[in-house]
């Protein structure tokens, strides 16, 4: 049974900071993972999707790179802001098309 | 597209009524999951659908839950009878299966049973 751990489970920092947000899962056979971004009483919004074949993927001040073989992946946020708080959840998903969700990293960026 | 619409977006019921939320997922998209989020569990998949057919339910909790999807515009899932323990937030998400497509998410609807 596929399970994702997030670690930091919370990240408070000072605005300007570099960033390393971490996700294992113990099954390296998926199809791709993904980054997600959830802002308090809101819907999760895909920042970055690494296919499995991928060793990283760029949008922006982000970040994400991919270690199948030793499951797991990274989030990058370069030069953080204060709109960047809010909690991150990487998802993998195997060839049953289900997303199986890590536990979230909550980040706050402070000014 | 307005994205993955859900309805509606607060739901306050009393323990034993009937409670349906509604999906309505992105055009053209051909899988469709509901997610079930609470502080204790996190994010749960109750169950998905792929071209409007049920494909995993095995996270749906109970009998006093069902989903259906009559057409590729529309979902829903209902609780009959709702209990206090059912207060969550729900999510409907869409994405277009067999693809390296992202998954859209709803704004979540949060049901509060009393």
């Known amino acids: 049974k596929q399970e994702v751990t997030q670690i930091p489970a919370a990240l408070s920092v000072p605005e300007g900071e570099n960033l390393v947000l971490n996700c294992s899962f113990t099954?390296?056979?998926?199809?791709?993972l993904q980054w997600f971004r959830q802002d308090p009483g809101k819907g999760l919004t895909s920042l970055l999707l690494i296919q499995s074949s991928q060793r990283e993927q760029t949008s922006g001040r982000l970040n994400a790179s991919l270690d199948k073989s030793s499951g797991r992946s990274t989030l990058y946020i370069a030069a953080s802001q204060p709109g960047d708080s809010a909690t991150y959840l990487c998802?993998?998903?195997?060839?049953?098309?289900?997303?199986?969700f890590g536990t979230g990293t909550r980040l706050q960026v402070f000014p | 597209d307005a994205g993955v619409i859900q309805s509606p977006r607060h739901e306050v019921t009393e323990m034993g009524q009937e409670v349906t939320l509604r999906c309505k997922p992105i055009s053209g998209h051909n899988s469709l999951f509901w997610y079930r989020q609470t502080m204790m569990r996190g994010l749960e998949l109750l169950i998905y659908?792929?071209?409007?057919?049920?494909?995993?339910d095995s996270g749906m909790p109970e009998d006093r839950f069902s989903a259906k999807m009559p057409n590729a515009s529309f979902s829903t899932l209902k609780i009959q009878p709702s209990e206090p323990r059912d207060s969550a937030v729900y999510f409907c998400?869409?994405?277009?299966?067999?693809?390296?497509?992202?998954?859209?998410f709803g704004q979540g609807t949060r049901l509060t049973v009393v």
């Open positions: 099954d390296s056979a998926i199809y791709n």
């Open positions: 998802a993998v998903r195997g060839n049953t098309d289900k997303l199986i």
């Open positions: 998400a869409s994405s277009l299966a067999g693809t390296s497509g992202r998954d859209f």
């Open positions: 659908f792929n071209n409007n057919v049920p494909i995993d």
